[in-house]
């Protein structure tokens, strides 16, 4: 039988938290290892969620479903304030310093979707000149994989200085702009 949250009730236990949220009772206390949510223990050593947990478990399943690393999650959780349900403002924030990694992701994402039947051994997604940006193999020295899309962050913005305007600790690597050997 389900159990239900009530809308007034300002703590949930596990039963009621994963129901409402969607996830097994597993997740919630995988979650809660990894040091993305939090309960505080009744006298019994029964878990009890504060209501805020809900919005911080949605959070992470949809952070999870765009292939955000649990890290990352966890880093960006911490910068919602502890002790009271975080703000607008406080949401707003977490939001926008994934914001050009999330674009990053998207064009990724698109760029495959729209080359998807071309090559993409090497990565660069082109059957027509795969042999052209990737003669014999040479990308294979660099590791396994496709690394061409290793790479999403590409020939991206640049400053006014004319930097790249990649964050540093993004993981972003800009790849060879276009006409540089590869």
């Not at 911080?56 to 292939?67: D, K, P, T, W």
């Not at 703000?87 to 990724?108: G, M, Y």
């Not at 080359?115 to 294979?140: E, F």
């Amino acid at each position: 039988m389900a159990t239900h949250l009530s809308w007034k009730a300002k703590e949930a236990t596990v039963g009621e938290l994963a129901d409402r949220a969607g996830v097994a009772t597993s997740a919630l206390r995988f979650y809660e290892r990894e040091g993305l949510i939090r309960s505080r223990r009744t006298t019994g050593n029964q878990r009890r969620y504060s209501r805020d947990t809900l919005r911080r478990v949605a959070f992470i399943r949809a952070s999870q479903r765009l292939g955000i690393p649990l890290a990352a999650i966890r880093d960006a959780l911490a910068l919602l304030p502890e002790g009271r349900t975080p703000t607008r403002d406080d949401w707003a924030a977490v939001s926008e310093c994934w914001r050009e990694d999330l674009n990053q992701r998207i064009a990724l994402m698109e760029q495959l979707r729209d080359h998807l039947t071309d090559c993409i051994g090497c990565g660069c997604l082109s059957m027509t000149t795969c042999a052209l940006v990737n003669p014999r193999d040479r990308l294979g020295d660099e590791g396994p994989g496709a690394r061409q899309l290793a790479q999403p962050c590409g020939p991206g913005p640049t400053r006014a200085d004319g930097a790249s305007a990649c964050a540093g600790d993004s993981g972003c690597q800009p790849s060879a702009a276009a006409g540089e050997a590869v």
